[in-house]
């Protein structure tokens, strides 16, 4: 009797034990997907950030050395290719504007180790003087991105911009 006990206690602690192990595993599991999810969104709120404050040499270093862009605008396609390009297009592009304003929207992302995609939404409004007047510019952007983690960093690999709507008009000074 007394020996058949030890032998239930020992199978219901060990089970204990292994539930309890399995659910640690889980919840690990859980946290790290959340510290991922939470480090893709930084990682594209940054982008938008330094894109608004035009610093666009620690913009570039949130993508992979070889990244590409894709952007997709009113039937025009263009790419560009590693960080040095990157920087020099992108601040071409932003040296237009005295405002640049960013603001993002919904984040979906897959991860898969350390690989993931994402997709998310972003509205841009860009102020510049044109002949005089100071023109507004807003436009819907969504952006596919593909992202690898790189040392423990997650970087953007690839980011397709499609930008899907535009409103320009100008503003009354």
């Known amino acids: 009797m007394m020996k058949a006990l030890i032998v239930t206690i020992a199978l219901v602690a060990s089970s204990w034990f292994t ?13 790290k997907e959340l510290e991922d999810r939470m480090a893709l969104k930084e990682l594209v709120d940054v982008f ?3 894109a608004d404050v035009k610093d666009v040499e620690t913009q570039v270093l949130l993508f992979t050395e070889d990244a590409t862009v ?3 605008s009113n039937g025009h396609t263009s790419t560009m290719k590693g960080r040095k390009e990157l920087a020099e297009r992108f601040g071409a592009f ?13 984040q979906v992302v897959k991860i898969d180790g350390d690989k993931a995609t994402g997709t998310c939404y972003c509205q841009v409004v860009l102020i510049g003087n044109e002949n005089g007047k100071k023109m507004m510019n807003m436009q819907g952007v969504r952006y596919n991105d ?5 040392d423990g960093k997650w970087l953007i690999a690839k980011r397709t911009s499609n930008f899907v ?3 320009r008009r100008a ?3």
């Open 146 to 150: 593909e992202y690898v983690r790189v």
């Open 94 to 106: 932003l040296s237009r504007f005295e405002t640049v304003y960013h603001i993002n929207g919904q």
């Open 171 to 173: 503003l009354n000074e």
């Open 165 to 167: 709507w535009a409103d």
């Open 19 to 31: 539930a309890a192990a399995q659910i640690t595993e889980a919840t690990n599991a859980s946290l």
């Open 48 to 50: 938008s950030n330094l």
């Open 70 to 72: 894709d952007s997709h």
